[in-house]
T-cell receptor, first 115, second 117 residues
Framework: AQTVTQSQPEMSVQEAETVTLSCTYD???????LFWYKQPPSRQMILVIR??????QNATENRFSVNFQKAAKSFSLKISDSQLGDTAMYFC????????????FGQGTRLTINP | DAGVIQSPRHEVTEMGQEVTLRCKPI?????LFWYRQTMMRGLELLIY????????DSGMPEDRFSAKMPNASFSTLKIQPSEPRDSAVYFC???????????????FGPGTRLTVL
């Protein structure tokens, strides 16, 4: 079974700083998807960025980028020029290509951006 | 599109009562997922439907939980009888069919916060 681990329960940075959230996962599959979801106080789950395992190039979405290390099974999220609106819970998630294709989530990292 | 719609947004009930949570997936999506979020266990999949058929219900905690998808535009998650430990946020998510644009992304509803007293 796949597992996803986020080792940082909480993080806090100043506005405009860069912050990196860590995520590691375990799987025996060779092809899969990885995601970062943001959950603000409204509870809505918002997709931030996705990475396809067969693509070597790291995904980027504006201020958000990932460092995907397939051999190390590591998938970190970097937020550049952090903004107050980035304050939220961030969840790393794995989805296999085979079978049910369900999302397996990490425990989350609570990120606070301070003014 | 209105996105995934869930109702109610909040539900407070007493132990032993029946609770029904509702979900309307995005039109055209043929996969539907029910997740539960708690402080202790985080986000976990309860059940997954594909083309209205339950495919994986291994996450359903016990017989008190049941889920149905009578048609492509509606699903329910029922808890009977409810217990305080069922208190959680329940999310519904839908996904396009494989081969269609966005088929690797699940779109989440706003969630239902359930409190069982």
């Amino acid at each position: 079974a796949q597992t996803v681990t986020q080792s940082q329960p909480e993080m806090s940075v100043q506005e405009a700083e860069t912050v990196t959230l860590s995520c590691t996962y375990d799987t025996s599959e060779n092809n899969y998807y990885l995601f970062w979801y943001k959950q603000p106080p409204s509870r809505q789950m918002i997709l931030v960025i996705r990475q396809e395992a067969y693509k070597q190039q790291n995904a980027t979405e504006n201020r958000f980028s990932v460092n995907f290390q397939k051999a190390a099974k590591s998938f970190s999220l970097k937020i550049s020029d952090s903004q107050l609106g980035d304050t939220a819970m961030y969840f790393c998630a794995f989805m296999g290509i085979q079978g049910a294709q369900k999302l397996v989530f990490g425990q989350g990292t609570r990120l606070t951006i301070n003014p | 599109d209105a996105g995934v719609i869930q109702s109610p947004r909040h539900e407070v009930t007493e132990m032993g009562q029946e609770v029904t949570l509702r979900c309307k997936p995005i039109s055209g999506h043929n996969s539907l997922f029910w997740y539960r979020q708690t402080m202790m266990r985080g986000l976990e999949l309860l059940i997954y439907f594909n083309n209205n058929v339950p495919i994986d219900d291994s996450g359903m905690p016990e017989d008190r939980f049941s889920a149905k998808m009578p048609n492509a535009s509606f699903s329910t998650l029922k808890i009977q009888p409810s217990e305080p430990r069922d208190s959680a946020v329940y999310f519904c998510a839908s996904r396009p069919g494989q081969g269609l644009a966005g088929d690797n992304e699940q779109f989440f509803g706003p969630g239902t916060r359930l409190t069982v007293l």
